[in-house]
């Protein structure tokens, strides 16, 4: 089972009533979390967990691969899965909100 650790955790909570894209994300994130970076490869991340679930205007979106600075990610909306909102209700990082 993968674990989740604060930014996870604000991550999924930022996806918890609504798609959010990545800009949308970053705002809802306590400030100094998590710099773009490190924000698009948690995302990346909680969606191969499944934990969010991704889409663009056109369909399911699908993350690029191999480009240099990283996948391109702002054409796409993200969610939490069931899965997801058990990992995050669970979470000891949610306790006390």
Do not use: C, Y
């Not at 710099?35 to 499944?50: A, M, S």
């Not at 991704?54 to 979106?61: A, I, L, Q, V």
């Amino acid at each position: 089972m993968n674990t989740l650790d604060a930014i996870d955790w604000e991550i999924l909570n930022a996806t918890a009533d609504d798609w959010e894209n990545v800009e949308q994300i970053a705002q809802m994130l306590p400030a100094g979390l998590a710099n773009h970076d490190t924000l698009t490869r948690r995302i990346l991340r909680l969606v191969e967990w499944g934990l969010l679930e991704s889409r663009s205007e056109e369909g399911h979106f699908i993350p690029a691969t191999g480009q240099k600075n990283g996948p391109d990610i702002r054409g796409a909306w993200f969610a939490m899965t069931p899965k997801g909102r058990a990992a995050w209700a669970s979470s000891e990082h949610g306790t006390g909100i």
